[in-house]
């Protein structure tokens, strides 16, 4: 058993080591000090010591024009600690050739709390501290907003079948509605005709992602300036507001684009601040991954033959070449890149691809009706998408890009789930290898960027997320790194548990761990956040604990996962079972979680393809590719997924490791080194005390 730790606001850089340096005595720290001690006490906030050292250093790199990474804990308040130094330096470069900050979040759901809830509290909080009139905008992809054009019939509906269901024999479609997805779209119509912004988020409640493209396009569908609509046009009109603003908010997946694809799709700017960063390079792989099948391919030539004159035999042709050449092929990466016979597929695509992008061309002399065609755009579009996926995976050996294929299972009657077999449609992806280069050229040669979240460090270096995104090596820009720590005191606060006495995890949970789950559970009164490594872990979890105790288990897939998170944290009792969704975002201080559960130790799947494509990339570089990739992944999860037991400064309780290797792996002092310095024990007796004691029934 070790010694309770001390409370965790000591301040370190990104080695480890103290900080003792004062950036507040610049001017533009101690400016935005001062807006910051203003913003807390209108606000009835205290004073804390990490967010003001935060605050400080975030206004110094802006100062000075350098990159920062930041690790700031639960209680910091790191969305003050970085809104008001960007809204102090947006003050401070106000002009006719001014530029605003971005700050980007990992999700759409972040980004609205932050322009919600954040930014308005503390506009408001400021008032008379800053000047008038500052601006803060939302911006969101092109697919986020209604497009007008669409609705006013300029493209083709996606699915004319599904939006009318005839009642009866001889009804018309003009009959009305009467499908699920037509009354969505009808509402969305409805919405459409009285909203100002467009924006998704706007209709409540929401609607299914098939209804809401009835109404929207992708930015490759996206007419641009031919659009008759585009003055009015929603997207461009949040673009225009952005640009005009001083600070504006957006995600990480648009931040990407902007960086990688050489699209414009936010305003100018020379300042970036990252939220949740140690999301950032999932993030932008996600947004760079492609996926090729037989199936794209020949929606692709459907629909330029149904809305422009381009032959597609050989578009046709290609897509069959391509299900022959993957048939039979297991599913798993492509170590050794395509096959002679996907090649050939893919380079005939390929050719077929931009021959029938040169015939669909309108032609010269057709006047405005050609610039203007939905249908044909939104054709060539898919074909565009298709011609650049498969030239990127033809040259993915030289341009360092993993391939993988994939297959889905489905359900089946009288058999329910059936596992994907060899025979199952196949489909071919594409991500790099490696974001480092493409972001440290794309966002950090040309921007002062600073980076954020609860979880940067692995141990006490940041130099694992630091090489990630490239930061690390010869040529890399220079950077500072701070953990400013935590206000809570975690050694007090909570208990992590290490349960070494169970046996290591096998593929189901063993009869000893649901025992442990529901004793733990049963000594708590409920009350416990459980995080599991598969939803079928989860609910097997679920049903044990159901079977023999009558505490009330809420699971992830019976309903919303807001629903159920909302649920969760109202009544002191219940529990929550769920899966990767729930590490991380969920924050439901004080009693409704007093236990929190890890069956096993997130490492990243075994046929993961970018795992195993980096692990292999690090062995044969001489590293130690499982400590930099699986053990590293882990670190981050489980430092996530433990951050939910402490939310406030009154919470109690008990973080639960169920996997023995944390303890009696080589590798578990690298993992426990990354969790919230709790006070540490394997002794069942000692916290099933705890946990009873905790129980606000006994």
């Given at each position: 058993?070790?010694?309770?730790a001390?409370?965790?606001?000591?301040?370190?850089?990104?080695?480890?080591?103290?900080?003792?340096?004062?950036?507040?005595?610049?001017?533009?720290?101690?400016?935005?000090?001062?807006?910051?001690?203003?913003?807390?006490?209108?606000?009835?906030?205290q004073?804390?010591?990490?967010?003001?050292?935060?605050?400080?250093?975030?206004?110094?790199?802006?100062?000075?024009?350098?990159?920062?990474?930041?690790?700031?804990?639960?209680?910091?308040?790191?969305?003050?600690?970085?809104?008001?130094?960007?809204?102090?330096?947006?003050?401070?470069?106000?002009?006719?050739?001014?530029?605003?900050?971005?700050?980007?979040?990992?999700?759409?759901?972040?980004?609205?709390?932050?322009?919600?809830?954040?930014?308005?509290r503390?506009?408001?909080?400021?008032?008379?501290?800053?000047?008038?009139?500052?601006?803060?905008?939302?911006?969101k992809?092109?697919?986020?907003?209604?497009?007008?054009?669409?609705?006013?019939?300029?493209?083709?509906?996606?699915?004319?079948?599904?939006?009318?269901?005839?009642?009866?024999?001889?009804?018309?479609?003009?009959?009305?509605?009467?499908?699920?997805?037509?009354?969505?779209?009808?509402?969305?119509?409805?919405?459409?005709?009285?909203t100002?912004?467009?924006?998704?988020?706007?209709?409540?409640?929401?609607?299914?992602?098939?209804?809401?493209?009835?109404?929207?396009?992708?930015?490759?569908?996206?007419?641009?300036?031919?659009?008759?609509?585009?003055?009015?046009?929603?997207?461009?009109?949040?673009?225009?507001?952005?640009?005009?603003?001083d600070?504006?908010?957006?995600?990480?997946?648009?931040?990407?684009?902007?960086?990688?694809?050489?699209?414009?799709?936010?305003?100018?700017?020379?300042?970036?601040?990252?939220?949740e960063?140690?999301?950032?390079?999932?993030?932008?792989?996600g947004?760079?991954?492609?996926?090729?099948?037989?199936?794209?391919?020949?929606?692709?030539?459907?629909s330029?033959?149904?809305?422009?004159?381009?032959?597609?035999?050989?578009?046709?042709?290609?897509?069959?070449?391509?299900?022959?050449?993957?048939?039979?092929?297991?599913?798993?990466?492509?170590?050794?890149?395509?096959?002679?016979?996907?090649?050939?597929?893919?380079?005939?695509?390929?050719?077929?691809?931009?021959?029938?992008?040169?015939?669909?061309?309108?032609?010269?002399?057709?006047?405005q009706?050609?610039?203007?065609?939905?249908?044909?755009?939104?054709?060539?579009?898919?074909?565009?998408?298709?011609?650049e996926?498969c030239?990127?995976?033809?040259?993915?050996?030289?341009?360092?890009?993993?391939?993988?294929?994939?297959?889905?299972?489905?359900?089946?009657?009288?058999?329910?789930?059936?596992?994907?077999?060899?025979?199952?449609?196949?489909?071919?992806?594409?991500?790099?290898?490696?974001?480092?280069?493409?972001?440290?050229?794309?966002?950090?040669?040309?921007?002062?960027?600073?980076?954020?979240?609860?979880?940067?460090?692995?141990?006490?270096?940041?130099?694992?997320?630091?090489?990630?995104?490239?930061?690390?090596?010869?040529?890399?820009?220079?950077?500072?790194?701070?953990?400013?720590?935590?206000?809570?005191?975690?050694?007090?606060?909570?208990?992590?548990?290490?349960?070494?006495?169970?046996?290591?995890?096998?593929?189901?949970?063993?009869?000893?761990?649901?025992?442990?789950i529901?004793?733990?559970?049963?000594?708590?009164?409920?009350?416990?956040?459980?995080?599991?490594?598969?939803?079928?872990a989860?609910?097997?979890?679920?049903?044990?604990?159901?079977?023999?105790?009558?505490?009330?288990?809420?699971?992830?897939?019976?309903?919303?996962?807001?629903?159920?998170?909302?649920?969760f944290?109202?009544?002191?009792?219940?529990?929550?079972?769920?899966?990767?969704?729930?590490?991380?975002?969920?924050?439901?201080?004080?009693?409704?979680c007093?236990?929190?559960?890890?069956?096993?130790?997130?490492?990243?799947?075994?046929?993961?393809?970018?795992?195993?494509?980096?692990?292999?990339?690090?062995?044969?570089?001489?590293?130690?590719?499982?400590m930099?990739?699986?053990?590293?992944?882990?670190?981050?999860?489980?430092?996530?997924?433990?951050?939910?037991?402490?939310?406030?400064?009154?919470?109690?309780?008990?973080?639960?490791?169920?996997?023995?290797?944390?303890?009696?792996?080589?590798?578990?002092?690298?993992?426990?080194?990354?969790?919230p310095?709790?006070?540490?024990?394997a002794?069942?007796?000692?916290?099933?005390?705890a946990?009873?004691?905790?129980?606000?029934?006994?």
């Amino acid at each position: 058993m070790s010694a309770p730790a001390s409370p965790s606001a000591s301040i370190r850089d990104g080695k480890g080591r103290a900080v003792t340096d004062r950036p507040e005595t610049l001017p533009g720290a101690a400016d935005a000090l001062a807006l910051l001690d203003t913003a807390v006490e209108t606000l009835g906030g205290q004073r804390r010591d990490g967010q003001r050292f935060m605050a400080a250093k975030v206004a110094e790199a802006l100062e000075l024009k350098r990159h920062l990474l930041v690790q700031a804990g639960t209680g910091t308040g790191k969305s003050l600690a970085y809104l008001t130094p960007a809204l102090h330096h947006a003050a401070a470069n106000r002009g006719a050739a001014s530029k605003p900050v971005v700050i980007a979040t990992a999700t759409l759901a972040l980004q609205s709390q932050v322009v919600g809830r954040d930014v308005p509290r503390l506009l408001g909080a400021l008032e008379g501290e800053l000047p008038e009139g500052m601006e803060v905008a939302l911006l969101k992809g092109r697919s986020n907003y209604a497009c007008l054009h669409k609705l006013e019939g300029g493209y083709p509906e996606d699915d004319d079948g599904a939006l009318f269901a005839a009642p009866g024999e001889g009804s018309h479609p003009s009959s009305g509605p009467v499908s699920s997805l037509g009354q969505e779209v009808q509402r969305l119509r409805d919405w459409a005709a009285k909203t100002d912004a467009g924006d998704r988020d706007e209709v409540l409640p929401g609607v299914t992602d098939l209804a809401w493209r009835q109404i929207s396009v992708t930015a490759r569908e996206c007419l641009g300036r031919s659009c008759p609509f585009v003055e009015e046009c929603f997207a461009e009109l949040a673009k225009a507001r952005a640009a005009e603003s001083d600070v504006v908010i957006t995600n990480h997946a648009l931040l990407a684009i902007n960086a990688f694809e050489d699209l414009q799709v936010l305003p100018e700017h020379d300042v970036v601040i990252i939220d949740e960063a140690h999301e950032l390079r999932d993030r932008v792989t996600g947004a760079v991954t492609g996926a090729l099948s037989a199936a794209t391919v020949r929606a692709a030539a459907t629909s330029i033959r149904k809305h422009t004159s381009a032959k597609t035999d050989d578009l046709s042709s290609g897509a069959d070449d391509l299900e022959r050449s993957l048939s039979g092929v297991p599913a798993e990466l492509l170590a050794r890149g395509l096959t002679e016979a996907m090649t050939a597929a893919v380079a005939r695509i390929r050719d077929a691809a931009r021959q029938a992008l040169t015939d669909s061309k309108p032609e010269r002399g057709t006047g405005q009706e050609a610039d203007t065609d939905g249908g044909r755009q939104m054709a060539r579009s898919r074909v565009t998408e298709v011609l650049e996926l498969c030239q990127r995976m033809l040259e993915a050996d030289e341009q360092r890009e993993v391939l993988w294929l994939s297959r889905v299972g489905g359900w089946e009657a009288g058999r329910g789930y059936v596992p994907a077999q060899d025979d199952d449609p196949a489909t071919l992806h594409i991500a790099p290898l490696s974001v480092a280069g493409q972001l440290r050229d794309g966002l950090f040669a040309e921007r002062t960027v600073v980076m954020t979240s609860a979880t940067l460090s692995v141990g006490e270096s940041f130099d694992s997320v630091a090489g990630d995104l490239g930061l690390q090596g010869a040529g890399a820009p220079r950077w500072d790194g701070v953990d400013v720590g935590s206000p809570f005191d975690y050694g007090r606060q909570g208990i992590l548990y290490l349960a070494k006495h169970l046996e290591k995890p096998g593929r189901q949970l063993s009869p000893g761990m649901l025992d442990e789950i529901l004793e733990l559970i049963e000594a708590s009164g409920g009350a416990a956040l459980g995080l599991f490594s598969s939803r079928r872990a989860a609910e097997e979890a679920a049903e044990h604990v159901r079977s023999r105790a009558e505490i009330p288990i809420l699971c992830q897939g019976e309903t919303s996962l807001n629903s159920l998170v909302k649920e969760f944290a109202e009544d002191p009792e219940t529990c929550l079972f769920g899966t990767m969704s729930l590490w991380q975002g969920v924050d439901v201080p004080g009693d409704s979680c007093r236990l929190v559960l890890i069956d096993r130790i997130p490492f990243p799947r075994p046929d993961d393809p970018l795992s195993t494509a980096r692990t292999r990339a690090t062995a044969e570089a001489g590293g130690n590719g499982f400590m930099a990739v699986s053990a590293t992944h882990a670190a981050v999860r489980l430092a996530q997924g433990a951050g939910r037991l402490i939310r406030s400064a009154s919470d109690r309780g008990v973080v639960a490791i169920l996997d023995s290797r944390i303890a009696t792996a080589r590798y578990g002092g690298f993992l426990r080194a990354s969790l919230p310095p709790l006070w540490t024990t394997a002794d069942r007796t000692v916290v099933l005390g705890a946990l009873k004691r905790l129980d606000p029934n006994t």
